[in-house]
């Protein structure tokens, strides 16, 4: 079964339709898996939550999901997300909502189990450094485990001298059969390693191996987008420069 590995699609469409038609050149998908934050910081909440429904699939919540329905406190986002997700929570239908409301954190599929931050804080900690891999690492269940939040790709393995970063090298056939092991797709709607390109992830579960894709799209048309529900400038420009 081959899933596509979404995470942090923030409520861009165009960034999330580039990346479902480039998926489909690339051999197809069969499940979409979502990591959480489809909403937040983006012109289109609703359209994105209905888009990734037409697919068999699977989900977990991330801060800015929780945060558009009411399940957590948005005062503690910084003055832009907190604006966004206000602004998100007006824009959302009932069935949206309720589809938000009723993601659960954790979700495990086979080897394979989905979170947003961590399996230590679900929808809080970033996994960025070997303490926060340690732990998501020793509450791990299954083999492997994807994760979102802080949109930055990468691979960690479990190695016997401690969590072991690797870069997620692109369009290249990565094993996953001789370690557990944790991946970071990176950023769909916002992404932060310095590179705007919407950034995903492929997963063969039969064969266990993963490849990890870039793809352009157009970067003003969501931007106008934002310009005209006025939403902050600085979400609006970090889109350049994938920051």
Partial sequence: MRALILSDIHANLEALEAVLEDAQTRGGFDSVWCLGDTVGYGPDPGACIDRIREFDLLAVTG???CAAVGLIDASDFNDAAKA????TASQLNTGQREFLKELSMVVK???FTLVH???RA???EYLLDRNSAAGTFGLMETSYCFVGHSHIPFMCRDAAEGPDF???SLDEQQSLEDSRWIINPGGVGQPRDRDPRPSYAI???SKNTVQRHRVTYDIA???EKMRKAALPVHLIDRLDHGL
Wanted: hydrophobic share 30%.
């Fill in 63 to 65: 801060n800015h999901d």
């Fill in 84 to 87: 966004a997700a206000e602004w």
């Fill in 109 to 111: 599929e086979g080897s």
């Fill in 117 to 119: 931050g961590s399996l």
């Fill in 122 to 124: 679900p929808i809080v």
């Fill in 166 to 168: 690797l870069d997620f």
């Fill in 203 to 205: 997963c063969d579960t």
């Fill in 221 to 223: 048309k969501t931007q």
